[in-house]
């Protein structure tokens, strides 16, 4: 059954007629239709979250860790229902969907747990020069946090910063993708439904960039936007105008090596799940290996074969589905006409059927070619012969991007030490994504891939302002901030900083 807001959603006052209808993209059905909130209705619901904001943070920790306890039960207990809605809106499979609900409400645990003990107040040792101070440092929420989400997993990739949010005592209005829009507005709901005495403090506006626009320029403490890099650029220009302090979660090109004594198998099964499960429409999915000419065509053989028992689809036994986007199976149309005709060879796929794109592997394709160096967004892979692993490693570190990654290694140490050179915010030994689902783990990129962190203890910090504050116990018998300080202060402690530092060459 399609999925109305209009009854209480944030722009039942505002007399726009311009509605957002949200299809099925395996079967064109509708899944919702919603209100495309103009800059008013926004700005509206702001305000509301600003009260709520305020409310929230006056409940303290353990009072918001039992709210969001309740939340997070109420997504466990209707997971089936959300997960369904994932699969009808986003197209991904039923199990892909539950997996992507569990995470979430993983993280929705993790953050809840250690909050306090990550933001909450603690004393640090003043120092020598400002013995007779206690120092206090704490972590005070922004207030109002604008997250503004992708639709390839509208419930793993906004709860990074929703959860993180609230988590710090801040008030959340979501806008969710154009995309997928049912599924911000049933976590809304299920906010409302979970913590029915705090109901603004998780708000869903809906509508294209424009509604985001808005959000940005609501006057929010801060924006966490997960998108494209071309959107996070106008998303930081909009902000720029009222100096709101962005988060940016960009796109990825990540890359795996294979070293010569990895084990293929696992490698291979390992590059076809990073590769081509939610379609390839993931931001740390693997576009790119790098395998040794030791393991090359075991490694190739490896991965043709899995790839030829993946079937695309919207039934039960698909392992993976449509293109959320009708326009994305021409960008993987684009990439693989360019590495073709720039000397790749095809040995998997290749064809797009509709909103559905065949398992792709491109063998050899040039480092100049837009299949290596652009962010595909689909179910494909290009594997590339290097001399070695240290080769591989040059070849992952020469992209704009930076996301995620990952090495397969025999030996723990030679791992540890190429996914540490490793330029991205994120490495998987002998696996792959896994750091995703670790809530202790910051979540973030470097260059085009963006700034900032989700997840972990850095997530906490992140939706928040450190406060610093001093309180003197007893006045010092030599002021040194004051213009009574007497003449010879200055060169006491001159004498004093040259014992005390100046030995250090
Ligand atoms: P997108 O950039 O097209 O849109 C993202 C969101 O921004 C949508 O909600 C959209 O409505 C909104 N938006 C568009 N224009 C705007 C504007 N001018 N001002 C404010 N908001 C605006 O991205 P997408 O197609 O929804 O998502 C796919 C991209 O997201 C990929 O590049 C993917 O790699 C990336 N992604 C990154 C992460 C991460 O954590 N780094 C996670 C998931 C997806």
């Known amino acids: 059954m399609p999925l109305s807001?209009?009854?209480?959603?944030?722009?039942?006052?505002?007399?726009?007629?311009?509605?957002?209808?949200?299809?099925?993209?395996?079967?064109?059905?509708?899944?919702?239709?919603?209100?495309?909130?103009?800059?008013?209705?926004?700005r509206a619901t702001v305000e509301?979250?600003?009260?709520?904001?305020?409310?929230?943070?006056?409940?303290?920790?353990?009072?918001?860790?039992?709210?969001?306890?309740?939340?997070?039960?109420?997504?466990?207990?209707?997971?089936?229902e959300l997960a369904d809605l994932v699969h009808r809106e986003n197209g991904k499979p039923h199990d892909d969907a539950v997996l992507e609900v569990t995470l979430a409400v993983d993280h929705l645990a993790w953050a809840a747990g250690h909050a306090a003990r990550t933001l909450g107040p603690r004393r640090v040792r003043p120092g020598l020069l400002a013995a007779n101070q206690a120092a206090y440092l704490e972590y005070r929420p922004l207030g109002v946090v604008g997250v503004i989400g992708p639709w390839n997993y509208p419930v793993f990739t906004p709860m990074g910063s929703i959860a993180y949010?609230?988590?710090?005592?801040?008030?959340?209005?979501?806008?969710?993708?154009?995309?997928?829009?049912?599924?911000?507005?049933?976590?809304?709901?299920?906010?409302?439904?979970?913590?029915?005495?705090?109901?603004?403090?998780?708000?869903?506006?809906?509508?294209?960039?424009?509604?985001?626009?808005?959000?940005?320029?609501?006057?929010?403490?801060k924006i966490a936007f997960t998108g494209s890099a071309p959107t996070g650029r106008r998303v930081m220009a909009t902000c720029a105008e009222t100096l709101t302090p962005v988060l940016m979660e960009l796109g990825g090109k990540d890359a795996m090596i294979v070293?010569?004594?990895?084990?293929?198998?696992?490698?291979?099964?390992?590059?076809?799940?990073?590769a081509m499960s939610n379609?390839?429409?993931?931001?740390?999915?693997?576009?790119?290996?790098?395998?040794?000419?030791?393991?090359?065509?075991?490694?190739?053989?490896?991965?043709?074969?899995?790839?030829?028992?993946?079937?695309?689809?919207?039934?039960?036994?698909?392992?993976?589905?449509?293109?959320?986007?009708?326009?994305?199976?021409?960008?993987?149309?684009?990439?693989?006409?360019?590495?073709?005709?720039?000397?790749?060879?095809?040995?998997?796929?290749?064809?797009?059927?509709?909103?559905?794109v065949a398992p792709t592997v491109l063998l050899d394709v040039p480092e100049t070619s837009a299949a290596v160096r652009e962010e595909t967004f689909g179910p494909t892979l290009?594997?590339?012969?290097?001399?070695?692993?240290?080769?591989?490693?040059?070849?992952?570190?020469?992209?704009?991007?930076?996301?995620?990654?990952?090495?397969?290694?025999?030996?723990?140490?030679?791992?540890?030490?190429?996914?540490?050179?490793?330029?991205?915010?994120m490495t998987s030994i002998n696996s792959v994504l896994t750091f995703a689902s670790v809530p202790a783990l910051p979540f973030g990129g470097v260059g085009d891939s963006g700034f900032g962190r989700i997840h972990g203890e850095d997530g906490l910090r992140e939706f928040s302002r450190a406060k610093a504050i001093t309180r003197q116990r007893f006045a010092l018998p030599v002021p040194l901030m004051s213009f009574a300080r007497p003449a010879p202060a200055a060169r006491t402690l001159a004498r004093v900083t040259g014992l005390l530092h100046g030995r250090h060459r």
Not at 68 to 79: I, S, W
Not at 386 to 391: F, G, L, Q, T
Request: one cysteine or more; hydrophobic letters at 45%; a negative charge.
């Open 279 to 356: 379609a390839g429409q993931t931001c740390i999915g693997i576009e790119r290996v790098y395998a040794t000419s030791a393991v090359y065509d075991r490694f190739v053989g490896e991965v043709t074969r899995r790839v030829a028992d993946l079937e695309p689809g919207s039934h039960d036994r698909a392992a993976y589905g449509p293109m959320t986007m009708a326009g994305q199976g021409d960008v993987v149309r684009r990439h693989v006409a360019d590495a073709l005709a720039a000397g790749g060879r095809l040995v998997a796929g290749g064809t797009v059927d509709g909103r559905f």
């Open 48 to 80: 509301r979250a600003r009260a709520a904001a305020e409310r929230w943070a006056a409940l303290g920790y353990a009072e918001r860790r039992l709210r969001l306890a309740a939340y997070r039960g109420h997504l466990a207990r209707r997971l089936p």
């Open 165 to 221: 949010a609230l988590a710090a005592g801040n008030a959340v209005v979501f806008k969710p993708s154009e995309h997928t829009p049912a599924v911000g507005a049933w976590l809304a709901a299920a906010w409302r439904a979970a913590v029915p005495d705090v109901p603004d403090a998780v708000q869903v506006v809906t509508g294209y960039g424009e509604t985001g626009a808005a959000l940005c320029r609501a006057g929010v403490g």
């Open 5 to 42: 807001e209009e009854s209480d959603s944030p722009s039942a006052t505002v007399h726009t007629p311009a509605r957002l209808e949200s299809t099925d993209p395996a079967t064109g059905d509708v899944v919702g239709v919603f209100p495309v909130h103009d800059a008013d209705a926004v």
């Open 382 to 425: 290009t594997i590339t012969r290097v001399a070695d692993a240290e080769e591989g490693l040059t070849r992952a570190n020469a992209s704009s991007m930076g996301l995620g990654g990952s090495v397969f290694s025999g030996s723990a140490a030679r791992a540890m030490d190429l996914a540490r050179r490793m330029r991205s915010g």
């Open 259 to 274: 070293d010569d004594d990895a084990d293929v198998a696992a490698a291979a099964d390992a590059a076809v799940w990073g």
